[in-house]
T-cell receptor, first 114, second 116 residues
Framework: DAMVIQNPRYQVTQFGKPVTLSCSQT?????MYWYQQKSSQAPKLLFH???????NEADTPDNFQSRRPNTSFCFLDIRSPGLGDAAMYLC?????????????FGPGTRLTVT | GNSVTQMEGPVTLSEEAFLTINCTYT??????LFWYVQYPGEGLQLLLK?????DKGSNKGFEATYRKETTSFHLEKGSVQVSDSAVYFC???????????????FGKGTHLIIQP
């Protein structure tokens, strides 16, 4: 089945220690998104890629970076995680010009910062 | 700007009760509307969607109708089950003339608890 895969599902990192979360997709979608979801809150868009074009949200901290080496993979790098960065990180994809604008979500990576 | 307002929970119902979760939106033009469901510790799953006025989305006994005149997309189910316990998010995506890409605008989520 075509899907969005996130690894790992659970990640523990230390305060200030860089961490990378990964996302892959078999849907061949040209748009990939990263959302941050804190406890009991709605997902908040951090940035997205349309093909190789990177689009950063204005309020996304500089501590968060992303890479998309090819269509299938996208990475979220947190350069110096703080306690406030503990959250669920959701990857999503969509197909540009899809009539419904539906986004397909992965299962998420729960990040704990100690 | 775009925004979604939905009733906040928790909403607690008995099994087989009728469910309504209200959702209203503000958007430029006529967006696509979605209901996503999130089970504990999981990502978001699309429950249903509607892309234009008067469309009815339906799935697994859930329904929602895109009402342009009231800018609403209320979620309903005739008889809920314990397994429906989850958090439900109403969301919208504007329609871009270029077929573009942008993030979804979500409501704050409604925690639904179904008791046996």
């Amino acid at each position: 089945d075509a899907m969005v895969i996130q690894n790992p599902r659970y990640q523990v990192t230390q305060f200030g220690k860089p961490v990378t979360l990964s996302c892959s997709q078999t849907l061949n979608h040209n748009v990939m998104y990263w959302y941050q979801q804190k406890s009991s809150q709605a997902p908040k868009l951090l940035f997205h890629y349309y093909d190789k074009d990177f689009n950063n949200e204005a309020d996304t901290p500089d501590n968060f970076q992303s890479r998309r080496p090819n269509t299938s993979f996208c990475f979220l790098d947190i350069r110096s995680p703080g306690l406030g960065d503990a959250a669920m990180y959701l990857c999503a994809t969509s197909r540009f010009r899809d009539i419904s604008y539906e986004q397909y979500f992965g299962p998420g990576t729960r990040l704990t910062v100690t | 700007g775009n925004s979604v307002t939905q009733m906040e929970g928790p909403v607690t119902l008995s099994e087989e009760a009728f469910l309504t979760i209200n959702c209203t939106y503000t958007a430029t033009g006529y967006p696509s509307l979605f209901w996503y469901v999130q089970y504990p510790g999981e990502g978001l799953q699309l429950l249903l969607k509607a892309t234009k006025a008067d469309d009815k989305g339906s799935n697994k006994g859930f329904e929602a109708t895109y009402r342009k005149e009231t800018t609403s997309f209320h979620l309903e189910k005739g008889s809920v089950q314990v397994s429906d316990s989850a958090v439900y998010f109403c969301a919208l995506s504007p329609h871009y003339s270029g077929g573009g890409a942008d993030g979804l605008t979500f409501g704050k989520g409604t925690h639904l608890i179904i008791q046996p």
